[in-house]
């Protein structure tokens, strides 16, 4: 992680199953959302109450992308580490847009309410992967700058 970007952890569920597509670089990008819902008791009737849930759109690159789309679906409740990025870019009517999404560097199953199996992969190479942390490929291979962005 580079100086001055904003890190964030987020505990929530997923709102419906990675959607997997495939740059035309042949880089792998898994894009999802999380919604985070906090919850406070109420003394007074005896009960949890929902608040307003967050919506974090997110993207994750490579081997994490596969794993994820492999791994997890709609309703998993996740623990996810990233990056805040913004993403701005023109509409085909010329208009000007920009959103802030989540980065995901590392994701995994929340174990709070429930159980996990854990399966290994094992690496396809022995060299250096591109989720080395000192690769220095970006995550917008083979995406045009003036595209929709990856969310």
Same mark, same amino acid.
């Given at each position: 992680m580079s100086?001055?970007?904003?890190?964030i952890t987020?505990?929530?569920? *997923?709102?419906s199953?990675?959607?997997?597509?495939? %740059?035309? !670089?042949?880089?792998?990008l /898994?894009?999802?959302? &999380?919604?985070?819902?906090?919850?406070t008791?109420?003394?007074?009737?005896?009960?949890?109450?929902?608040g307003?849930?967050t919506?974090?759109r997110?993207?994750a690159?490579?081997? *994490?992308?596969?794993?994820?789309?492999?791994?997890? %679906?709609? !309703?998993?409740?996740v623990? /996810?580490?990233?990056? &805040?990025?913004?993403?701005n870019w023109?509409?085909?009517?010329?208009?000007?847009?920009?959103?802030?999404?989540?980065?995901?560097d590392?994701?995994?199953a929340?174990?709070?309410?429930t159980?996990?199996?854990?399966?290994?992969?094992?690496?396809?190479?022995?060299?250096?992967?591109?989720?080395d942390p000192w690769?220095?490929?970006?995550?917008?291979d083979?995406?045009?700058?003036?595209?929709?962005?990856?969310?």
């Amino acid at each position: 992680m580079s100086f001055g970007e904003t890190p964030i952890t987020v505990i929530g569920n *997923l709102t419906s199953d990675p959607e997997l597509k495939f %740059t035309e !670089g042949g880089a792998a990008l /898994a894009k999802f959302t &999380i919604a985070a819902t906090p919850r406070t008791y109420d003394k007074d009737s005896g009960q949890w109450k929902d608040g307003t849930a967050t919506f974090f759109r997110c993207a994750a690159w490579r081997t *994490l992308a596969e794993h994820i789309a492999d791994s997890l %679906t709609k !309703g998993s409740r996740v623990v /996810a580490f990233g990056r &805040i990025r913004q993403h701005n870019w023109q509409t085909e009517q010329g208009e000007n847009r920009s959103m802030l999404a989540l980065e995901i560097d590392d994701i995994g199953a929340s174990m709070r309410f429930t159980t996990v199996a854990v399966n290994a992969k094992q690496p396809a190479q022995s060299g250096p992967s591109s989720d080395d942390p000192w690769n220095t490929a970006t995550p917008a291979d083979g995406i045009k700058s003036d595209a929709e962005p990856p969310f």
